[in-house]
């Protein structure tokens, strides 16, 4: 396994990282989610991400309660807050109250004294970007967050945070992490400019456009057994086959066999040829998905494949 950078901090995170999303606490069986955060470790996969809003919790619990028998300082984990935790108005965005309580809450339900990074789940427009940066700058310094980050904020938002805590000296923000794969590649037009420019890294989610990347959804069906056979997952799959996808999925496939690796290593590759990309957040859901997935930790592949690919893509 490969370490990055976590932006201009001094935290180093494995390439690929292994998340909760639509996994633990809901469609995966708690022993064998155990097994795939056990196996994840084992083969040097240090960064686990959560967030409160994966099954109201369940998410974080599972993946903590995997994790603790490993030393604490030998992984870094990540929780979330914006997106509605209750049915009051105060339950959800970023206001100082929301914040304070859902990290408190976090670290309850996960049995832990810190996070290593928090992020703002979204951009809230109802509560100023000071309001939010300095709760999170108070709960750093009580030891209770190391370092902050946002989720699918625009150029402009990141520009803002930065432009925010840079004013009232506060931490700064060391992370984005936005959706990007082949097919989803919106980052590429200014977000990663800005972010080189701040010192912040991206860590990308959905990296195997939920499975559409690994081949599995083949002439665009989605197989009872697969993941994205469940309701909450099939419509971002059926999204990305509506795209008609179908045909570039078979070339790439081809590609990744000529050079000798499966299409999923040849993703992964493809999102880590960024060097602002520090991490690959993918969803595992089995041991050996995840040994499949690190396998792509360190592919190096010449310039003239990403060329081909690009033709492909385009």
């Not at 004294?113 to 999170?136: A, G, K, W």
């Not at 290593?265 to 595992?284: C, F, K, T």
Request: net charge neutral; glycine share 8%; with cysteine.
């Amino acid at each position: 396994m490969k370490y990055r950078r976590l932006g201009r901090s001094g935290l180093k995170v494995s390439e690929i990282s292994l998340g909760s999303w639509l996994t633990y606490g809901k469609t995966v069986d708690e022993n064998l989610a155990v097994q795939t955060v056990h196996k994840a470790y084992e083969l040097g996969v240090n960064f686990f991400d959560s967030a409160n809003v994966y099954e109201r919790g369940e998410g974080e619990r599972v993946l903590a309660a995997a994790l603790k028998e490993f030393p604490r300082e030998s992984y870094v984990i990540t929780t979330k807050a914006f997106w509605p935790m209750g049915e009051g108005p105060n339950d959800r965005g970023l206001s100082r109250k929301h914040v304070f309580e859902q990290v408190h809450g976090s670290l309850k339900r996960m049995n832990l004294d810190y996070v290593d990074v928090f992020y703002c789940h979204r951009y809230d427009p109802e509560t100023p970007v000071d309001e939010t940066l300095r709760t999170i700058d108070d709960l750093i310094r009580q030891g209770k967050i190391l370092y902050a980050g946002v989720s699918e904020w625009t150029a402009a938002q990141i520009q803002e945070a930065v432009a925010t805590a840079d004013k009232y000296l506060l931490d700064r923000i060391v992370v984005n992490q936005p959706q990007y794969n082949m097919f989803q590649r919106y980052i590429e037009t200014d977000i990663l400019s800005v972010s080189k420019k701040n010192g912040i890294s991206q860590v990308v989610f959905s990296p195997l456009a939920q499975g559409v990347l690994t081949g599995k959804y083949k002439g665009g069906q989605i197989p009872a057994d697969s993941r994205a056979a469940n309701e909450s997952v099939n419509h971002w799959v059926k999204q990305t086959l509506s795209q008609g996808v179908a045909g570039k999925v078979e070339q790439l496939e081809q590609v990744a066999a000529s050079l000798g690796v499966t299409l999923t290593e040849l993703a992964l590759a493809w999102v880590l040829r960024q060097p602002n990309v520090a991490s690959a957040l993918v969803g595992a859901t089995k041991p050996e998905q995840i040994e499949l997935n690190c396998r792509a930790s360190g592919l190096e592949l010449p310039a003239e494949v990403w060329a081909q690919i690009e033709g492909i893509l385009q």
